[in-house]
């Protein structure tokens, strides 16, 4: 017999709010049965009960038309996700067909809607953002660095506090973000904002509280009390540090918080930096169950004109072009690795000469991993432990005669001696060229093996070097800004791809070694080509990659990541990213007595 003193049917969030828990009352078996396998990845817990990831229930919502009974009990907040994002899913359609009911605000509108109290200037570009999210409840902006995306989220949340549907504001950033979010904070409103990074527990009185990425996951439970307490917006900022949406750390924590937001933005100008399901996890977070459905769908074609179209609606964006920035030139060069060189490389990955076959199992010792492979392709010395971790490589000038007697194992302990890496040659003689011209180079590479090398081998451009355990990094930068004589930084985009602008006094970069990392190489170039440079500047991009190796498999698949993500975001500076200008190689004509000669020149101007 059916109990009536109870729902038949209660939907809620887990613990965790990433999954559904559907529960049915006593004596509704088989129709719960019934909905249940309408949502086939779903785990059954008991005879009436089951979890659906958040996900596929609400892109299975329709499943709950079976359910007969009427008398169904929603948790508040997953209702309220819920009728959020169905509304946002309309609202998009109508803007897809045209239909001016999907525009509430518009460019002309949007400083009525900011408030009294709201004083920062906007530009034409910020206006039509601002506008574009207000017309959805939740929203993601992928616009390009330099847009002033910290200004806009703070005017969309200016626009929601003067509606009276949020009073404060919740921003997830890299630590690097901190400042911008804090000076705009004071600079945009009559009456600052209280804007305060999260140091122990959530400060109540705070109006907008900064956490970042990493101190997510063991601070959940305070910042779910504080975003339940009082109505709330979340803006994720460099958004894609969460892309691996609910399988990530980042992005379960992301998930999680959420739902318990009256309003979701993002922002990031790399949004799909590895493809399609990039973008799918970056919007589940703003509109669960919709977003992966709409990216599913509009990608399955392969038409990603189609694509970018369909998706339009649910981002906004400024280009680089519509910020009038110059153009900049980006170029590869293949440089041929040197016989030795050459010959250790094919034994790393299993291409054995007769020499190599006597050190074979010490070449399978050192592995085929893809960072090892791509630090090979500089030079296989820097995969041997020197005196620390960090040790540079050595290099004798002139180098020694290559002993034929000795194995391929043993020169390769000594290849410093005997041979001069390529790219380091090609690098050194960038950065000569552009110090004869009064420009200062930014030279990239992954290792820190690989700068403290090239810190040495340009000692005489006193160069400024940034990685991960730099301790003095803000001196370090203010040196390469200030002085004239260090013409060169050396650092690596894992460091220093986000949060820093050099593009005052910086227009030349050379990446010695790249990654599959399309995020992150497309991040670390905005640090010399952004906005605020003068017009008719020249900015020249150089990646180097040597010949038959794993740097043109990189290449290969960095230009079709970022020929996705132009495409997607109909961005042609994009999309020029992903077939780079092949250009010769400076250093190609350089024989061992040229390279002595030039470091000769280097080291008498360098005493002048």
Same mark, same amino acid.
């Given at each position: 017999?059916?109990?009536?003193?109870?729902?038949?049917?209660?939907?809620?969030?887990?613990? *965790? @709010?990433?999954?559904?828990?559907?529960? $049915? %009352?006593?004596?509704?078996?088989? #129709?719960?049965? =019934? &909905?249940?396998?309408?949502?086939?990845?779903?785990?059954?817990?008991?005879?009436?009960?089951?979890?659906?990831?958040?996900?596929?229930?609400?892109?299975?919502?329709?499943?709950?038309?079976?359910?007969?009974?009427?008398?169904?009990?929603?948790?508040?907040?997953?209702?309220?996700?819920?009728?959020?994002?169905?509304?946002?899913?309309?609202?998009?359609?109508?803007?897809?067909?045209?239909?001016?009911?999907?525009?509430?605000?518009?460019?002309?509108?949007?400083?009525?809607?900011?408030?009294?109290?709201?004083?920062?200037?906007?530009?034409?570009?910020?206006?039509?953002?601002?506008?574009?999210?207000?017309?959805?409840?939740?929203?993601?902006?992928?616009?390009?660095?330099?847009?002033?995306? *910290? @200004?806009?989220?703070?005017?969309?949340? $200016? %626009?929601?506090?003067?509606?009276? #549907?949020?009073? =404060? &504001?919740?921003?997830?950033?890299?630590?690097?973000?901190?400042?911008?979010?804090?000076?705009?904070?004071?600079?945009?409103?009559?009456?600052?904002?209280?804007?305060?990074?999260?140091?122990?527990?959530?400060?109540?009185?705070?109006?907008?509280?900064?956490?970042?990425?990493?101190?997510?996951?063991?601070?959940?439970?305070?910042?779910?009390?504080?975003?339940?307490?009082?109505?709330?917006?979340?803006?994720?900022?460099?958004?894609?540090?969460?892309?691996?949406?609910?399988?990530?750390?980042?992005?379960?924590?992301?998930?999680?918080?959420?739902?318990?937001?009256?309003?979701?933005?993002?922002?990031?100008?790399?949004?799909?930096?590895?493809?399609?399901?990039?973008?799918?996890?970056?919007?589940?977070?703003?509109?669960?169950?919709?977003?992966?459905?709409?990216?599913?769908?509009?990608?399955?074609?392969?038409?990603?004109?189609?694509?970018?179209?369909?998706?339009?609606?649910?981002?906004?964006?400024?280009?680089?072009?519509?910020?009038?920035?110059?153009?900049?030139?980006?170029?590869?060069?293949?440089?041929?690795?040197?016989?030795?060189?050459?010959?250790?490389?094919?034994?790393?990955?299993?291409?054995?000469?007769?020499?190599?076959?006597?050190?074979?199992?010490?070449?399978?010792?050192?592995?085929?991993?893809?960072?090892?492979?791509?630090?090979?392709?500089?030079?296989?010395?820097?995969?041997?432990?020197?005196?620390?971790?960090?040790?540079?490589?050595?290099?004798?000038?002139?180098?020694?005669?290559?002993?034929?007697?000795?194995?391929?194992?043993?020169?390769?302990?000594?290849?410093?001696?005997?041979?001069?890496?390529?790219?380091?040659?090609?690098?050194?003689?960038?950065?000569?060229?552009?110090?004869?011209?009064?420009?200062?180079?930014?030279?990239?590479?992954?290792?820190?093996?690989?700068?403290?090398?090239?810190?040495?081998?340009?000692?005489?451009?006193?160069?400024?070097?940034?990685?991960?355990?730099?301790?003095?990094?803000?001196?370090?930068?203010?040196?390469?800004?200030?002085?004239?004589?260090?013409?060169?930084?050396?650092?690596?985009?894992?460091?220093?791809?986000?949060?820093?602008?050099?593009?005052?006094?910086?227009?030349?970069?050379?990446?010695?070694?790249?990654?599959?990392?399309?995020?992150?190489?497309?991040?670390?170039?905005?640090?010399?080509?952004?906005?605020?440079?003068?017009?008719?500047?020249?900015?020249?991009?150089?990646?180097?990659?040597?010949?038959?190796?794993?740097?043109?498999?990189?290449?290969?698949?960095?230009?079709?990541?970022?020929?996705?993500?132009?495409?997607?975001?109909?961005?042609?500076?994009?999309?020029?990213?992903?077939?780079?200008?092949?250009?010769?190689?400076?250093?190609?004509?350089?024989?061992?007595?040229?390279?002595?000669?030039?470091?000769?020149?280097?080291?008498?101007?360098?005493?002048?």
């Amino acid at each position: 017999m059916i109990t009536t003193a109870q729902p038949s049917l209660r939907i809620a969030f887990d613990v *965790t @709010r990433t999954r559904a828990v559907l529960r $049915a %009352a006593p004596g509704h078996e088989k #129709d719960f049965a =019934r &909905l249940a396998a309408r949502f086939p990845a779903a785990g059954q817990r008991t005879l009436l009960s089951v979890e659906v990831d958040l996900d596929d229930f609400l892109t299975g919502l329709e499943a709950l038309a079976i359910w007969s009974s009427p008398d169904v009990e929603w948790e508040e907040e997953l209702a309220t996700l819920v009728g959020g994002v169905l509304d946002d899913a309309e609202h998009a359609e109508q803007w897809l067909e045209g239909s001016d009911a999907a525009a509430p605000a518009t460019s002309e509108t949007v400083a009525d809607q900011l408030g009294p109290d709201w004083c920062g200037d906007l530009t034409d570009f910020q206006r039509r953002d601002i506008a574009r999210l207000l017309s959805l409840q939740h929203g993601a902006n992928f616009s390009v660095p330099g847009a002033g995306k *910290t @200004r806009v989220g703070l005017a969309v949340f $200016a %626009a929601m506090r003067q509606r009276g #549907d949020v009073r =404060r &504001l919740l921003v997830v950033s890299p630590k690097s973000a901190y400042e911008s979010w804090d000076y705009e904070s004071t600079v945009c409103f009559k009456k600052p904002l209280i804007a305060r990074v999260m140091k122990g527990s959530p400060d109540p009185r705070t109006d907008v509280l900064i956490v970042n990425y990493e101190r997510l996951d063991r601070s959940l439970a305070g910042l779910a009390s504080w975003l339940r307490s009082t109505p709330s917006m979340i803006i994720l900022d460099e958004a894609h540090r969460m892309k691996l949406g609910a399988r990530g750390i980042y992005g379960s924590a992301c998930m999680a918080l959420g739902p318990l937001a009256r309003r979701r933005l993002i922002l990031t100008g790399t949004p799909a930096p590895n493809g399609a399901r990039d973008l799918e996890n970056l919007l589940s977070f703003v509109w669960p169950g919709h977003g992966r459905r709409v990216v599913t769908g509009a990608v399955a074609g392969g038409d990603l004109a189609h694509a970018s179209a369909v998706l339009r609606p649910l981002f906004t964006r400024t280009t680089k072009k519509e910020l009038g920035l110059p153009p900049f030139e980006t170029r590869i060069r293949y440089v041929p690795l040197p016989p030795l060189h050459r010959e250790i490389y094919d034994a790393l990955v299993g291409r054995y000469t007769a020499r190599a076959e006597a050190g074979r199992d010490d070449f399978d010792a050192l592995g085929k991993a893809m960072l090892r492979l791509l630090m090979a392709a500089t030079s296989p010395a820097l995969l041997l432990e020197g005196e620390s971790r960090h040790a540079p490589l050595d290099y004798r000038l002139p180098p020694l005669e290559v002993p034929q007697t000795d194995s391929l194992y043993s020169l390769l302990r000594q290849l410093p001696d005997y041979e001069f890496s390529p790219k380091y040659k090609e690098a050194l003689s960038i950065v000569a060229k552009n110090a004869t011209r009064g420009r200062k180079t930014l030279v990239w590479t992954t290792f820190v093996r690989s700068l403290t090398t090239m810190e040495r081998l340009f000692s005489a451009y006193q160069p400024a070097m940034v990685h991960g355990g730099t301790l003095d990094r803000e001196e370090q930068l203010k040196r390469f800004r200030e002085d004239p004589d260090c013409h060169v930084l050396l650092s690596n985009p894992a460091t220093l791809g986000e949060g820093i602008s050099l593009h005052q006094v910086c227009h030349d970069a050379v990446y010695v070694d790249r990654d599959f990392m399309a995020g992150r190489f497309l991040q670390s170039l905005d640090r010399i080509h952004r906005l605020g440079l003068a017009p008719g500047t020249e900015t020249r991009v150089t990646a180097l990659a040597a010949e038959r190796t794993l740097d043109e498999v990189v290449a290969l698949r960095l230009g079709e990541k970022l020929a996705f993500m132009g495409q997607i975001l109909d961005d042609p500076s994009v999309q020029q990213l992903a077939d780079l200008q092949e250009e010769p190689s400076l250093a190609a004509g350089m024989d061992m007595a040229d390279v002595r000669a030039l470091l000769r020149h280097i080291d008498s101007h360098a005493v002048k």
